[in-house]
């Protein structure tokens, strides 16, 4: 591909992103990634990551686009993006092999999750909340969806607590103004109002936050493993308790992190990331934050991820039983997007590692 069409192809991208582009230069841009094999292509697995990652700051910078525009953008996005990895790319390893890839047998395909949780304020019984609404508002004493329907209102200071089931995830607004998106399987529990001299919530799962700058208040953060002092910041929390460690992931500001164990504090800088494990000292590691918080934009980014690990975020995505066997130390590379039906996700994995699966009900087994 000369620099030229490739200078074309990531402006006319940027237009599609921003919603620029007539439906002519749309079907360009579609073509130009669906057919990019046939011209040649060299780049790597990371560097593929990394444009990507760059597109999405772009895609941030982008004004004015209304929030239903950007979601059908950043999903169109990643489908592109996701064809390229699964096809494209692989169509040259492929091709070098002279073979195909095996497809995952299947009589019933498997849907990915969907914002879905449940509300319950000190101890009542819990409130299914609307999935088409868009996320959670607590605000004063009361709770309402984002566009303004009302929930339910309180008359005094209650604890509320916020939980999505397998296969959920929800968006809630606390009452100081910070933003939490919860992945699977995860909760945080909150005050209706921070009376207090600190703002206290207790978390578990994954729940990714940008917290509200407020110096006379700070944000303290509890999980079973570690206690987390801020004072503004955005960062993401990995403790599930399956896993052996929590990651605590620093995307800007700063956090104090500490082991509520052996009582072992860091102080992270952005881009930093934070292993609390069986350890007595705490893990510091540089890395790719963008990896850590791309499930919040609808996105699995891969980067040499053992599939052990990858095994345990499709269980509680999809509500299914994952058993890699003796390739759960494969490593896998690959930008999936969360809305691809399991048939989907399985085969891109079988044609990047040459694992097979096998699909019984709602459990998947590998294979050679």
């Not at 046939?38 to 999405?56: A, M, N, R």
């Not at 790319?89 to 990915?112: C, F, M, N, Y």
Request: contains cysteine; negative net charge.
């Amino acid at each position: 591909m000369t620099n030229q069409n490739l200078f074309e192809a990531r402006h006319l991208l940027e237009k599609y992103l921003s919603g620029q582009c007539d439906e002519n230069e749309k079907s360009k841009v579609e073509e130009w990634y669906l057919t990019f094999n046939q011209e040649g292509f060299d780049q790597t697995d990371d560097e593929i990551i990394s444009d990507f990652v760059e597109l999405q700051k772009r895609l941030k910078q982008i004004p004015d686009v209304t929030k239903p525009k950007r979601k059908r953008y950043i999903a169109a996005a990643a489908a592109v993006l996701f064809l390229l990895l699964t096809t494209g790319l692989l169509w040259q390893q492929i091709s070098k092999d002279k073979r195909v890839a095996s497809q995952t047998a299947i009589t019933h395909d498997i849907l990915p999750g969907t914002d879905r949780a449940k509300l319950s304020i000190d101890g009542q019984a819990p409130i299914e909340l609307d999935g088409q609404k868009e996320g959670l508002i607590s605000r004063g004493l009361a709770l309402r969806y984002g566009d303004g329907t009302a929930i339910t209102e309180t008359n005094k200071v209650q604890l509320v607590t916020l939980s999505t089931p397998i296969a959920g995830q929800f968006q809630v607004t606390l009452p100081d103004g910070t933003k939490a998106w919860l992945n699977a399987l995860s909760s945080i529990r909150y005050p209706t109002a921070f009376d207090g001299p600190e703002r206290s919530v207790h978390i578990t799962g994954e729940v990714y936050l940008e917290v509200s700058k407020n110096r006379a208040k700070p944000f303290i953060i509890h999980t079973e493993q570690q206690r987390i002092e801020v004072l503004g910041t955005s960062f993401n929390i990995n403790a599930y308790q399956d896993d052996d460690q929590t990651l605590t992931t620093l995307v800007s500001g700063s956090l104090q992190v500490t082991d509520v164990k052996s009582a072992a504090q860091v102080t992270l800088k952005p881009g930093q990331q934070a292993v609390v494990g069986k350890e007595k000292n705490i893990q510091v590691n540089t890395i790719n934050v963008e990896d850590s918080y791309a499930w919040k934009n609808g996105l699995y980014i891969l980067n040499e991820e053992p599939l052990s690990q990858y095994a345990r975020k499709i269980e509680r995505w999809y509500d299914v039983e994952v058993d890699m066997g003796p390739y759960g130390n494969t490593r896998l590379s690959a930008i999936i997007p969360r809305d691809a039906k399991l048939s989907e996700v399985l085969q891109a994995i079988e044609l990047k590692s040459n694992v097979r699966f096998n699909i019984e009900g709602r459990r998947v087994t590998a294979m050679r």
